[in-house]
């Protein structure tokens, strides 16, 4: 960047302003005064200006209310999060999982605003691969990101848990809110400032047949417009279990596969790979319980 100094003189014992009126003929010259038609308006009378009848006089639209600050704040459980088998990273904040995590949003970060994407599907092979545990800690890794928002749905209809990973009560059914049932204020809350969250505690039969439905696109469409967040977080079912992935993927721009290191194979991920296809991008799989990963060494 360049930075210029400019610096301005005037000398008024020098300079002389033209006058802007002639002087007519046989009169004297008159001395520049400046100010002397400001003098002269002091004594002119002032007539009342009337607006006409074909003049329309438009008010500015009153500033609505951020829609974000309205949902219910909520506050996340610490409850037996030491003994928990899926801790939460806000509470093991000095731990490789952690670092990991954190490694991962930003990567995240990078090629969504390089892209120009936000709508990010959290999936596995299989069930128990951990693609809720991996989706609920990059959102609260996400949020730790100064003056953003990250928006976290729960979107496995199959058996939902994002819920009681967060130790939080549902507002309301997910299924209710993408059947444009359920108000966005009346479903959503703010675990913080910059992380809001989408639940919901009973399961859907019908969940593939709802997330490829017109008044889901338009449910979620609405939510991006009213939340203007910066990362959506989906979490989905197993891919090779259900097709819900393939009746969501015209919602999303990209999917992140969660990889078991103690079941998943590699012929589950060509078989994920393949539903995926060419629709949308991969944008990573991530290994979860690996083995010798050296995961200390990498995020340190």
């Known amino acids: 960047m360049s930075y210029y ?4 003189m005037s000398d008024f ?10 002087n007519t003929p046989g009169e004297p010259e008159e001395s520049y005064r400046p100010f002397r038609r400001k003098a002269a308006l002091r004594d002119e009378p002032i007539e009342p200006h009337v607006l006409s009848e074909d003049v329309r006089v438009e008010t500015l639209p009153a500033v609505l209310p951020d829609t974000w600050d309205q949902l219910q704040p909520v506050s ?3 409850r037996d999060r030491f003994q928990s088998r899926a801790p939460l990273v806000n509470f093991f904040r000095d731990t490789p999982t ?3 995590f954190d490694i991962l949003r930003t990567r995240l970060l990078q090629t969504l605003k390089h892209e120009g994407w936000r709508q990010v599907a959290i999936v596995a092979p299989t069930s128990g691969c951990g693609a809720t545990f991996t989706a609920t800690n990059l959102a609260l890794s996400l949020a730790r990101v100064p003056d953003s928002r990250t928006v976290l749905m729960d979107m496995n209809l199959r058996s939902p848990g994002v819920q009681s990973a967060l130790d939080i009560a549902a507002a309301g059914r997910q299924k209710d809110f993408l059947n444009g049932q359920l108000a966005l204020q009346d479903h959503f809350v ?5 992380l809001a969250v989408g639940l919901t505690d009973a399961a859907s039969p019908d969940a593939a047949e709802l997330l490829q439905s017109q008044t889901c696109a338009e449910a979620l469409d609405a939510m991006i417009e009213d939340l203007q967040p910066d990362v959506v977080l989906y979490d989905l079912p197993p891919v090779l279990a259900h097709d819900d992935l393939a009746a969501f993927m015209g919602q999303i721009d990209g999917v992140l596969m969660v990889s078991d290191g103690e079941q998943t194979t590699s012929d589950q991920i060509k078989a994920c790979e393949k ?9 990573g ?3 979860n319980r690996g083995r010798g990963s050296r995961l200390e060494a990498y995020a340190s």
């Not at 014992?13 to 002639?22: A, G, I, T």
């Not at 539903?275 to 944008?283: A, D, S, W, Y």
Request: proline share 5%; with cysteine; aromatic share 0%.
């Open 13 to 22: 014992d020098n300079v002389r302003s033209p006058s802007l009126v002639e």
């Open 275 to 283: 539903i995926i296809g060419g629709h949308v991008p991969l944008l």
């Open 98 to 100: 952690a670092r990991a």
């Open 5 to 8: 100094d400019t610096k301005m």
């Open 190 to 194: 703010r675990c913080s400032d910059t």
């Open 285 to 287: 799989v991530i290994l």
């Open 76 to 78: 996340i459980s610490a």
